[in-house]
């Protein structure tokens, strides 16, 4: 993506609990569910909106585990026949999902560089801020 990047924001409305797991995401992938929804949850980044993409995330992350898997098991190479060898079809999945990945990391507020933006450290401080008892005596 050019350009400069969206503020994030806390989202006025936004789920404070976690919702259950999409029935067809892969069970393996239940606990990031749990994990990641709760950290969205907490820095008030998570809407009803935002599912789909979390669902897409998590989907996207568990097939780049599916091709890594592949690729170990048959190589950046396969046969094409006739002694001819072509790309293994799991390299392109998983650079399309690897993609997909980034854009949905980004999105969610769950990248490194979302995560360091102004309005979410300033968001993450007044949590902190309401939850520490000494926080007015500036201890």
């Not at 990945?101 to 995560?115: C, P, Q, T, Y």
Request: proline share 6%; with cysteine.
């Amino acid at each position: 993506m050019r350009g400069r990047k969206p503020m994030l924001r806390a989202i006025n409305g936004g789920l404070s609990k976690v919702p259950a797991a999409p029935v067809n995401l892969p069970e393996v992938m239940k606990p990031f569910w749990v994990e990641t929804a709760a950290d969205l949850a907490d820095r008030g980044l998570l809407h009803e909106s935002m599912l789909p993409v979390l669902e897409s995330y998590l989907t996207s992350v568990w097939m780049v585990r599916l091709c890594q898997k592949a690729i170990t098991e048959h190589g950046i190479l396969v046969s094409a026949g006739k002694g001819q060898h072509k790309a293994n079809p799991a390299c392109g999945v998983m650079s399309d999902h690897l993609s997909l990945i980034a854009r949905a990391a980004d999105n969610l507020g769950v990248s490194a560089v979302s995560r360091n933006r102004p309005a979410l450290k300033a968001h993450a401080l007044a949590k902190i801020d309401a939850d520490d008892p000494l926080s007015e005596f500036d201890v």
